[in-house]
């Protein structure tokens, strides 16, 4: 007996509505707020380093427009991850932050590398590194205060509404305020003689960019090729499928992120000879603890009546009708068709259990089903009862 439980929940009057509405809500403003920041200060930190002739001040100013162009992408994914699942998404359409994730990292890796590189080749002639103006020092420093702000509003936003982009948005946020310190000591270095330090400041700020996308494309990549949870929370998964009653063992289980949740699909073993809807049943409770006590988008349990990787396999034998068709030949008559017979294909054998009506004497039957069972080649058990009759 083996079944499978795996539900999704489809609304298709709901498919452009989105599934997690306060979520989506909070997201959208955040990320407005943060678009208008980067906005303002991607314009005056470009404008201020183009007439202070500070580099890195401009480097910075473009970290800050690519931070305006990701935060699009954010609100992009946001609207569109958040969406009802459908036919052609079963599981919905949280993996759309994910691409977006990989979309955003590589751009900022691209970004951080092109910097990198016109920096090493601005340094190439010294004779073009001219000393800054001081207000560019006052603009930093705005830049680091705003940049700082926005990091601390959008981490506390994000960890409300429990969204890994949002998060990985607002670290982006706080290493474009340490960008922006790095800005500031390269604009004083240059200030006091050496002034080269804007250039260099400005190539560390090109690596920083970089490494961060990096970070966020590495991180999407491992989703997007199915890397399973950490191995406390599968550990914790594992635990809490083996509480629920009814449940004798667990193999195969398998885990896989999607965007801010997991999918979990997992084998359980119960009793062999218990009913299909109870086995169903024991399905259900099994889903509904790991869905309760974890992080989880869906489950799939799959029911065993034996650990298959231990034991020898039963697909090989015939199916029913082909049973019953040898079993009859080997007693030489069929059974009265008001007979159960269940089968319990097990360690790649059948027992079967014979339940006849009330007026059949069984023992005749039990005498030639023990002769048969000696050398079967499907057969292990065969067991005849008596129903009890009706008062």
């Not at 599981?91 to 590189?117: D, K, M, Q, V």
């Not at 330090?197 to 590495?218: C, E, K, N, P, T």
Request: charged share 20%; net charge neutral.
């Amino acid at each position: 007996m083996k079944n499978h439980i795996h539900a999704v929940a489809l609304d298709r009057s709901a498919v452009f509505e989105p599934a997690h509405p306060a979520r989506f809500a909070a997201a959208r403003k955040s990320t407005w707020v943060s678009i208008l920041i980067n906005l303002l200060l991607s314009i005056f930190q470009v404008t201020g380093g183009f007439f202070g002739k500070s580099q890195s001040l401009m480097a910075d100013g473009m970290h800050s427009f690519a931070d305006l162009v990701s935060d699009v992408l954010v609100l992009f994914a946001n609207r569109h991850g958040n969406k009802h699942a459908d036919a052609n998404h079963p599981y919905g359409h949280a993996r759309i932050e994910t691409a977006a994730s990989l979309i955003l990292g590589a751009s900022l890796a691209a970004l951080g590398a092109g910097l990198l590189i016109a920096t090493g080749l601005r340094l190439q002639h010294p004779e073009q590194i001219h000393a800054v103006h001081p207000y560019t020092l006052w603009v930093a420093i705005i830049a680091l205060v705003a940049k700082e702000g926005m990091f601390r509003y959008m981490l506390a936003v994000a960890q409300r509404v429990r969204s890994q982009m949002l998060v990985a948005n607002a670290w982006h946020a706080r290493s474009d305020a340490a960008s922006s310190l790095v800005v500031i000591v390269g604009i004083i270095g240059n200030l006091m003689g050496y002034t080269f330090l804007d250039l260099v400041a400005a190539g560390v700020v090109g690596v920083m960019i970089a490494y961060m996308g990096i970070q966020f494309a590495r991180d999407a990549l491992m989703e997007l090729v199915d890397t399973g949870l950490d191995e406390k929370e599968v550990r914790a998964i594992r635990n809490t499928l083996k509480a629920v009653p009814g449940v004798m063992g667990l193999h195969e289980l398998r885990t896989r992120k999607m965007a801010d949740n997991a999918l979990v699909d997992a084998h359980i073993i119960v009793d062999p000879r218990i009913s299909v809807s109870e086995g169903h049943y024991i399905a259900e409770a099994a889903r509904s603890a790991v869905l309760k006590q974890h992080h989880v988008l869906d489950v799939m349990v799959h029911i065993d009546p034996e650990d298959d990787m231990q034991t020898k396999p039963n697909a090989r034998l015939p199916q029913r009708h082909l049973l019953l068709a040898h079993l009859y030949k080997r007693l030489g008559y069929e059974l009265p068709v008001s007979t159960l017979i269940v089968l319990h294909y097990l360690d790649g054998k059948v027992e079967a259990d014979l339940l006849l009506d009330a007026d059949l004497d069984p023992a005749r039957l039990r005498e030639q089903c023990a002769a048969i069972t000696l050398d079967d080649p499907y057969f292990r058990r065969l067991t005849a009862y008596r129903r009890i009759a009706p008062n």
